[in-house]
Every structure is written in structure tokens, then in C-alpha cells.
């Protein structure tokens, strides 16, 4: 019973709200003429009358009707809405708007509008206006004032923040607005929806977050267990946990976080330290990202069943942070795994600043650009990094520091592998690797690889990585996807995603 984000079938809707399928939470929300009310798939109230329900693809166009989000199933905690497309380009531009109005890293000095909104996409704001219009049937401000509402929705639930705070975080530039809107919306004050007891553990806050089944955890979590670095990151009786450091609102966020998923409710159940709560909105797109919580696995399988047949639920490993990500890939070119955990160990251990946790395991962050722009050669090669890969990491610290590559899930994507391509002792491997996890980019395809070429059958071809680029053309627009399941078909089990930083074989340039 496929539904399609743009043309939804009601009754095909309706069959899966009464089933509570979660397979298409975050797909359609049913608002409820008879209570006012919009509601997610999932949403465990009493299944309504069939007469009373009208159903949107977005969250944007059930509170443009008039409804108002449920208080009960959040529509806030629902996995995104990711449909992709390689053939219309109108589709394609109105995506990657939502995308950067989705990720609020993209934004870090002036808040989005449809002018810089426009300018960067290299558009007019009146053309923009049209193909969004066309595209989710809402404006880009109103999507946009949906999102900052539902994520304030959220922080009221889930937070301790004082209001004003909470108005900040969502991206209201002043409470007056931020009260405004949210009586105008919602039709009651923000202090009236704050919940009473909100969840906590000692020093964190937790909150709970959707995914779609199926879900391979059990891969997701090996993958980590076996890049994890000591100090910084652990996983350990099915729980993940790491520090985090973030810019966010003008200022530095450092902490930790911990991830569980309770496959029951299909939900990850993330904890977050007292010192992150501020960053909190960011927190979670960083942490949906790296868990890929919003994939939707009925696109993807619907294009890769017959070819990767029993791997529906693998998912793409993700990354807490783009200039982390991209900076491992570099100390995992041309080795394996285990050696690379050891150079980032040391890597961690010497430029990584200590902090504070409630958990003994935890107590270095990640080395901030800043510090590893300015390392000499000596410095890293005495942790056994070789010179080729030392000009990788510094000259990848100063792109990053200077703001010009810019590693998160809003970037344009092919002019920033294009960038890092020009980078010394970074390659099309590299590019395409970070695309995959850091770039969120579904349609990432590392054809010199050369485990992906074995997976493939084509390693013996004259020209392996032509044939691999060939044979996955059928699965676009989710190579990204195809990529991982046939790195998992190399194991013998499946339990663990391969070790894919050992197959990279490109040379440095």
C-alpha cells in the first residue's frame, strides 16, 4: 500500500490509521474535523470516523486548515517527510529549500527568509515561492513557522527552559512573536501547553524520537561498537553514548548524549546533559542524522529489494558531525578499521579537549577545527600519521575553520564534494563517503571502492569502477543505501555493517 507524499490516497491513509502502521508515520497526518486536531499515524486515541478525517502530506498544511497538533502523539516527535527525486528539477530545488529550512545549521548568523533562502539556491524569491507553493502546498515562511512551532512545542514538553529561551532555540526573534504565533497557531499560551514532570535522569533530560520500521538496531548499533573511540564515544549493552560539542545561537555547547531505541514503539530514546538543552533542536538533527531516523524504507525498498533482498532493515550510518566525520574518513583511507580507531584515539587523546561526565567513559571531545588548523607536521606524525594524510587534516581544519566548506545535511552537495576534491590527499572516495554519512546525500556512490566492486562481481572487469558506476544506475535515487547493504553482503552474518574505511583505495593526491 504505497502512498506518495504528494498525492495521497485517503483511503489507502485511513486504512494505516486504523492499523497504527508505523511504516508511514511522518509520511501523512490526519487532521480531525470533529476535534480541531492533527495527528500522527501512530497516535493511540480512539480511530476516528472515516467522514471526520482529511489527510496532508505535511505537518505545514494540516495547521494552514486550522488543526492543531496532538498533545498526545506529538506530531513534532514524527520521523521527517524524505522523498527525493532525480527527474524533475522544480522538485529537486523545492527539496533542498526544505532541506536547508529543515537544518538549522545552515543558519548559523542570519536567519532564513525566502530572500537569502532564494539567493542561495541561486533562484528568485518569486520562482521559489512558486515551486514550493506547488511542490508541499505551503509558502516557505509558513513551513518554516511550523517547524520553529512544533520544535518549541517540543522544548516546552521536554524542557525545563525558561520560556524566552525556548522562543530563541526555535528561532523566533523575540517572545512577543514567539507568544504571538503560538496563541494565533495553537490557540493557547506556551506556558499552558508546558508539561507538568518532565522527564529526567539526575543531570539530563530525555526525549523520545520516531523511526519508521523495519530497523535494523542491532546493525546500527555494531557499526558504531566498532569505530567507537575510547573517551569520547562507548556503546555497551545496546546503549550509545558520546560527548558532543556544538555552536549554537552565537555560543559553544559541550556535553553528552545517550541513545536507546525501544523497538516496541519504534522510538529512539535519547538522553541529553543539562549543558546541551539550550542546543537542544540542533542536538536532535544531529542525532536523527546519525541514527537516520527519517529514512522512509518503503522508497528505498522499492527500488532495492530485488537487488539486496533480506537487508530492508539497514540503514546509513550517519555522523554527529560533519568536520568529525570527514577528518575519520581521512585517518581510515588505505587501512583498516581497528588502525584507524587507533590513529583518531590518539588523535583525540592529544588535541581533544577533556570534559566533565556523568559517565566515567567520556571525558575528551572531539578536536575542534581551531586546534588542528594550526598543528604542525611533527605533532601529527608522531601519532603515526603520514604526511600525506596531515595535509588532508590541516588543510580540511582551515576550509572549515574559514567557513568556506561548510559539512552538514544543508549544504549543496555536489559543489561540496567538488570542494573537498580540491582539497590535498582527499579523493572521490572520500568525497562520496562523507556525502553518504556527513551530507545526509542519499544518492552517494564511492564506485573506486573497491570492497563495493567485490560485492558487485565487477572488481575483474578492465574497468571495475565504470561497470559499479553502471550497475547503479538502477538504484537511484538510494545508492546511498545500496552502498551499505552491499557492504553487509560481503559479511558472513549480519550482524555488523562491514568495516568500510578499510576498502578505500584511492591515492592521496
Known amino acids: 500500500m504505497p502512498l506518495d507524499a504528494d498525492t495521497l490516497q485517503p483511503d489507502a491513509c485511513y486504512l494505516a490509521l486504523k492499523a497504527r502502521d508505523a511504516r508511514f508515520d511522518g509520511c501523512f497526518f490526519t487532521g480531525v474535523t470533529s476535534t480541531g486536531i492533527y495527528c500522527r499515524p501512530v497516535c493511540r486515541v480512539r480511530t476516528p470516523k472515516r467522514e471526520n478525517c482529511r489527510f496532508f502530506p505535511h505537518a505545514a498544511q494540516a495547521e494552514r486548515a486550522g488543526f492543531r497538533p496532538c498533545l498526545r502523539c506529538r506530531p513534532e516527535l514524527a520521523p521527517d517527510a524524505q522523498s527525493w527525486s532525480m527527474q524533475d528539477a522544480a522538485s529537486i530545488l523545492a527539496r533542498q529549500a526544505a532541506r536547508l529550512l529543515d537544518e538549522p545549521e545552515a543558519w548559523t548568523q542570519d536567519a532564513p527568509s525566502v530572500e537569502s533562502l532564494a539567493a542561495r539556491l541561486g533562484v528568485s524569491e518569486r520562482h521559489l515561492r512558486r515551486i514550493f507553493e506547488a511542490q508541499f502546498g505551503v509558502s ?51 506556558t499552558r501547553l508546558r508539561r507538568e514532570g ?26 558504531f561498537r566498532q569505530r567507537a573511540i575510547a573517551g569520547l564515544e562507548c556503546v555497551d549493552a545496546g546503549t550509545f553514548a558520546r560527548t558532543l560539542e556544538l555552536h549554537a545561537g552565537g555560543q559553544r555547547h559541550a556535553g553528552w548524549v545517550e541513545a536507546a531505541f525501544d523497538t516496541e514503539r519504534h522510538q529512539l530514546v535519547l538522553r541529553v546533559s543539562d549543558s546541551l538543552h539550550e542546543a537542544l533542536p540542533v542536538v536532535i538533527r544531529r542525532v536523527r542524522a ?44 588505505q587501512i583498516t578499521v ?7 584515539q590518539r588523535l583525540v587523546e592529544r588535541f581533544g579537549a577533556p570534559i566533565q561526565t556523568r559517565h566515567p567513559a567520556l571525558h575528551r571531545l572531539f578536536p575542534a577545527p581551531e586546534a588542528l588548523a594550526q598543528a604542525e607536521g611533527d605533532a601529527l606524525g608522531s601519532l603515526g600519521i603520514v604526511r600525506q594524510r596531515q595535509a588532508a587534516i590541516v588543510a580540511l581544519a582551515r576550509a572549515v575553520q574559514a567557513g568556506g566548506l561548510q559539512l552538514h545535511a544543508g549544504a549543496n552537495v555536489q559543489a561540496t564534494v567538488d570542494a573537498l576534491k580540491q582539497l590535498p590527499g582527499i579523493g572521490d572516495w572520500t ?30 572487469a578492465r574497468q571495475p569502477a565504470r561497470e559499479a558506476e553502471a550497475a547503479s544506475q538502477a538504484w537511484k535515487p538510494w545508492r546511498s543505501y545500496a552502498v551499505i ?14 568495516p568500510v574505511e578499510r576498502t578505500a583505495n584511492e591515492v592521496p593526491a
Request: some cysteine; hydrophobic content about 50%; aromatic content about 10%.
Open 140 to 190: 516557505p515562511l509558513q513551513y518554516l513557522q511550523t517547524r520553529r512551532l512544533l520544535t518549541a512545542k517540543q522544548l516546552l514538553a521536554d524542557t525545563a527552559l525558561p520560556i524566552t529561551q525556548v522562543a530563541l532555540a526555535s528561532g523566533f526573534g523575540s517572545l512577543r512573536r514567539f507568544n504571538a504565533a503560538f496563541v494565533q497557531h495553537y490557540g493557547l499560551s506556551p
Open 198 to 223: 518532565t522527564a529526567r535522569d539526575g543531570e539530563a533530560m530525555q526525549v523520545r524520537l520516531g523511526y519508521r520500521p523495519p530497523y535494523d538496531t542491532a546493525a546500527m548499533l555494531a557499526f
Open 290 to 333: 546519525a541514527f537516520d531516523l527519517d529514512c522512509d524504507p518503503l522508497a528505498v525498498n522499492g527500488v532495492l529489494h530485488e537487488a539486496f533482498p533480506g537487508c530492508e532493515g539497514l540503514r546509513v550510518p550517519g555522523a554527529f558531525g560533519g568536520w568529525e566525520l570527514a577528518v575519520r574518513a581521512v585517518l581510515g583511507q
Open 338 to 344: 581497528a588502525a584507524a580507531r587507533t590513529l583518531a
Open 431 to 460: 568525497a562520496q563517503y562523507i556525502a553518504m554519512r556527513a551530507l545526509r546525500w542519499p544518492d552517494a556512490f564511492p564506485a573506486g571502492d573497491v570492497a563495493l566492486q567485490k560485492a558487485l562481481g565487477v572488481q575483474k
Open 485 to 498: 547493504r552491499a557492504w553487509a553482503g560481503l559479511g558472513a552474518t549480519n550482524e555488523a555493517l562491514p
